[in-house]
């Protein structure tokens, strides 16, 4: 009902930039939260950064890992239900597969149904 399409990743020197971009579709009512994580070889998938609705009033609420704090800006375009995590002075320690997240309320056949769903993955690779 819902899918999650990463893209944007690619291989980049170390301190460059990087952009990536993750769009949802599918029958959407809404995004409650959403966010990036990460998976380099031979470790565990880890959260970098996540944004999340905070009441009715429209706000947000960002989180970052420690260790992109100051580094990585996560941004959503409700219109478009693209978010993006804009990654700055990269590191080779940043080279991972990035995955997108999203607890979604959709549409469905029986009403209103919430899931969370994950991209398939773009690679990330910084050289030193």
């Known amino acids: 009902q819902v899918q999650l399409v990463e893209s944007g990743g690619r291989s980049v020197d170390a301190g460059g930039s990087l952009i990536l971009s993750c769009v949802a579709s599918?029958?959407?009512?809404?995004?409650?939260?959403t966010g990036w994580f990460r998976q380099a070889p031979g470790k565990e998938r880890e959260s970098v950064a996540s944004?999340?609705?905070?009441?009715?009033?429209?706000?947000?609420?960002?989180n970052y890992a420690d260790s992109v704090k100051g580094r990585f800006i996560i941004s959503r375009d409700k219109t478009k239900n693209t978010v993006y995590l804009q990654m700055n002075n990269l590191e080779p320690e940043d080279t991972a597969v990035y995955y997108c997240?999203?607890?979604?309320?959709?549409?469905?056949?029986?009403?209103?149904?919430?899931?969370?769903?994950w991209g398939q993955g773009t690679q990330v690779t910084v050289s030193s």
């Open positions: 997240n999203a607890d979604v309320y959709y549409n469905s056949d029986q009403g209103l149904l919430r899931g969370d769903y």
């Open positions: 599918g029958r959407i009512f809404s995004i409650e939260a």
């Open positions: 944004i999340t609705s905070a009441g009715f009033n429209g706000g947000e609420t960002a």
